[in-house]
């Protein structure tokens, strides 16, 4: 494709915070169409290591209008998860666009032009749902160019046998570096390096019920109480199957992080050295936001200043699925349809009425 296309609204990214949105502007009677980069389906999630396991049942990670169908053992694979986006995406026939990439979004008047790689893109307001996993983030220690060994961000890590016999270090506090490290340390010599103890939730705590405490403390927030709900958050440690077996095998303990690299391995506080093959680092992502450098909206860290997902700086510009900073639980599959809603219900009345 090329040339110019008019849309009302333009969304970026058809992951799942896309494909939420798409669901409710298909019922707004809004012209739009999704870009997504990706050539499959699926968003993130083929990108994610192959024995990923959710850590909230089915029912609970789904987007609005149909219910992600059950799994095995109630907690979904990364393939079950693919499956259900790629059906859902079908499902509602929704317009998505790959792979075309976003280059840039620029004022045009009253409107923003989105410029690709496949044409340019122009619509009254624009909905950028590319996710927080656009880049990996790996810590800056000491002497880590030095360091011979292997180091892998959990975004490149598929599976354990890479790493059997080896020397690993899993970098990481929360789920994704308990679930990892319960595989590899099936095959591999490993020590989990968190920077304090991690937070194990109780056998019968899922992600149901941490979205549930989410909720209450942001509703609390918003009325001015303390919440009610306990302390537990999306980032302690969920005790799918995998996780329990390793606890079963004694290697759910952790040491606090170590000072440098070495060459061959890595320094630890109290100055002894220890031996390492390959560091795998389970420590997050950063949101991908260049994209919109050109509007000015931009903040030093990265992000963009919102208002219930709306970009204070550019109204014609909202984010979804980024995280809390831009909706609560928004980045996860159980927490993106509140936001969806709330953001095209926001998009129908500024397009509508020219106002907030």
């Known amino acids: 494709m090329s040339g110019l296309v008019e849309r009302d609204v333009l969304v970026i990214g058809g992951g799942q915070s896309g494909l939420a949105a798409g669901y409710f502007l298909r019922r707004s009677g809004l012209g739009f169409e999704i870009l997504d980069a ?3 389906p699926g968003g993130a999630w083929p990108d994610t290591w192959d024995s990923l396991r959710l850590f909230s049942p089915a029912q609970m990670s789904s987007l609005p209008g149909w219910p992600m169908p059950p799994s095995g053992d109630g907690y979904p694979t990364r393939d079950h998860v693919i499956d259900y986006l790629t059906r859902y995406e079908r499902r509602y026939d929704l ?3 790959r792979p075309v990439r976003v280059l840039a979004v620029e004022e045009a008047g009253d409107r923003l032009a989105v410029k690709t790689d496949r044409g340019t893109w122009m619509a009254s307001a624009v909905i950028s749902a590319t996710g927080g996993a656009g880049v ?3 810590p800056d220690y000491p002497g880590s160019a030095g360091f011979r060994g292997r180091q892998v961000h959990s975004s490149r890590y598929r599976t354990p046998e890479d790493f059997a016999g080896q020397r690993v270090l899993v970098v990481g506090g929360g789920n994704s570096g308990a679930q990892i490290l319960s595989e590899v340390s099936r095959v591999a ?3 989990w390096v968190t920077p304090e103890p991690p937070r194990f939730l109780p056998d019968d705590v899922d992600g149901r019920v941490l979205f549930e405490r989410a909720t209450e403390r942001v509703r609390a927030r918003m009325e001015g109480r303390e919440p009610d709900a306990p302390k537990g958050g999306l980032g302690d440690i969920v005790m799918v199957p995998p996780v329990l077996e390793a606890r079963e095998r004694g290697v759910l303990h ?3 992080p170590f000072a440098s690299f070495m060459p061959d391995g890595v320094v630890w506080q109290d100055g002894s050295l220890g031996a390492v093959d390959a560091v795998i680092w389970c420590t997050g992502f950063r949101p991908d936001l260049r994209h919109l450098a050109p509007l000015g909206v931009l903040e030093p860290d990265g ?8 970009a204070t700086c550019e109204p014609r510009l909202w984010l979804l699925g980024y ?3 831009n909706g609560a639980a928004s980045a996860t599959l159980a927490g993106i349809t509140r936001s969806a809603r709330d953001t095209v219900h926001a998009i129908q009345q500024f397009l509508t009425t020219g106002r907030p």
């Open 95 to 97: 317009p998505v666009r």
């Open 303 to 310: 992000r963009v200043t919102v208002e219930n997902g709306r």
């Open 323 to 325: 995280g809390d900073w």
């Open 254 to 256: 952790s040491v606090r």
């Open 136 to 138: 990996p983030h790996i």
């Open 189 to 191: 010599e490993t020590t």
């Open 38 to 40: 990706n050539e499959r």
